[in-house]
């Protein structure tokens, strides 16, 4: 069964006293408002890239917070008044975010739900990995049913990202679209001169295998040429167990497995116990823009294959 962000319906007598509020807003924001595209992203990796492509003509807000697991996100009050007031709403996708559409639907703006000009699915074009091969049940873990949700730390499905918002922009504000489409440009241009210097930094490491916490990083390691050998968790959303964690050891020092990269929102306890048996280095990557220093997606992506990078040369 997937697990669903954990969304309470007991919160519903909030968000309506949060919508009435916005009926009080103030001259300053209903002027602020139209001089901007407001856009409300899931993510910050989704909305940093809306920015890239909006520039100075959107204001972009991230209903999740750096460093906090996407997995869990209880959207607040506040949250709700911000969808309210959004021209754009941008998502992963592949019902990564199902309570985005409790919180559109709270506000009555039908041109943020599916098929909507204001919805915007990051995940068109993407070729989807991890889909399901097994009938889901309650122990299967976090299972999500559309396939692994966590492209967007792929820089080349990035691109595919950028599209899909300018195609959302395109549509509510078309005044703007020269000044969009520029953007789009120099936001593609920008990941395809930084590809080669990130491809690099890897190439050695082709073909090496390296455990994570999560199946948050498989779009990266197959686009990088890596191979994920195995998680920490037993099945997605599961935490470790001993017997788990026991198994993968010696698995790892059967195959002289010795990288693993941890992300940030995880305890290192379990990483500690694997290096302490195996020999392996275990790095800390950032799990969002946010995190470890980064600031935007090309520091994100800098940051993750310095991570990699570290791990796979012990």
């Known amino acids: 069964m997937q697990k669903q962000s954990l969304f309470k319906w007991k919160n519903v007598g909030r968000w309506v006293t949060a919508l009435a509020l916005i009926a009080s807003m103030g001259a300053l924001d209903a002027a602020r408002a139209a001089a901007v595209v407001p856009i409300v992203a899931t993510i910050p990796e989704l909305a940093a890239i809306a920015k890239e492509v909006g520039g100075n003509k959107v204001s972009v807000y991230s209903v999740a917070r750096p460093n906090r697991d996407y997995h869990t996100i209880e959207p607040r009050p506040s949250d709700v008044s911000r969808v309210a007031q959004a021209k754009l709403v941008v998502r992963t996708g592949m019902q ?33 990995e991890g889909m399901p091969t097994t009938q889901i049940t309650g122990a ?36 703007n679209a ?42 990266f390691i197959r686009r990088f040429g890596l191979r994920e050998y195995g998680h920490l968790e037993p099945k997605p959303g599961i935490p470790p167990s001993a017997a788990h964690i026991n198994a993968l050891i010696q698995n790892m020092k059967r195959d002289g497995v010795r990288a693993v990269v941890i992300e940030s929102i995880y305890p290192t306890r379990f990483a500690d116990v694997i290096s302490q048996q195996t020999g392996a280095k275990y790095v800390v990557a950032p799990y969002s823009i946010g995190a470890l220093g980064t600031t935007d997606y090309f520091s994100l992506i800098d940051k993750l294959v310095s991570s990699f990078k570290q791990a796979l040369s012990h």
């Open 178 to 219: 020269e000044t969009y489409r520029a953007n789009y440009t120099h936001f593609n241009a920008e990941i395809d001169r930084r590809m080669p210097g990130w491809q690099k930094e890897l190439a050695p490491y082709i073909g090496k295998s390296v455990v994570t916490y999560h199946e948050n990083f498989a779009y």
């Open 96 to 128: 990564f975010e199902m309570w985005m559409d409790s919180m559109a639907n709270a506000t009555g703006n039908v041109n943020l739900t599916p098929g909507g000009p204001g919805y915007v699915n990051c995940s068109l074009g993407i070729k989807r």
């Open 140 to 175: 299967s873990g976090d299972i999500h049913i559309d396939g692994n949700p966590h492209f967007y730390y792929d820089p080349i499905y990035a691109k595919f990202i950028a599209r899909n918002v300018l195609k959302g922009l395109l549509r509510v504000d078309p005044a």
